[in-house]
């Protein structure tokens, strides 16, 4: 079983940038997929960016593309999601997860796919106009 603990969130302008830190500890080799979420109230959970041990590919959500990076930093045994040029509809608690299979094998639906096998309690990322 992997501990996911995320933090970075907060309250930022439109346009303004925030770097997501996600923690990871206990059994962090076994997982095949390591990826973010957000939900905003009232809406369905949707993916945002996911990493596939297999291939080492990253995968983003369309609209986050050329705004939002993830990245891992093995070391620190920590995922990070770099976040700029927010925008309010941005605005989400966001939540790390991991997986037992490779999202990648899913290709552009891997986030309808995605059977996470622990889920950190999310940080607040709010956006104001």
């Known amino acids: 079983q992997v501990q996911l603990v995320e933090s970075g969130g907060g309250l930022v302008q439109a346009g303004g940038s925030l770097r997501l830190s996600c923690v990871t500890s206990g059994f962090t080799k076994g997982y095949r997929g390591i990826g973010w979420f957000r939900q905003a109230p009232g809406r369905r959970r949707e993916g945002v960016s996911c990493?596939?041990?297999?291939?080492?590919?990253?995968r983003y959500k369309d609209s986050v593309k050329g705004r939002f990076t993830m990245s891992k930093d093995d070391a620190k045994n920590t995922v990070y999601l770099e976040m700029t040029n927010l925008q309010p509809e941005d605005t989400a608690v966001y939540y790390c997860s991991t997986a037992a299979h490779p999202p990648s094998v899913y290709g552009a639906n891997w986030d309808e796919m995605w059977q996470g096998t622990s889920w950190g309690k999310g940080t607040q990322v709010t956006v104001s106009s």
């Open positions: 990493w596939s041990r297999n291939d080492g590919s990253i």
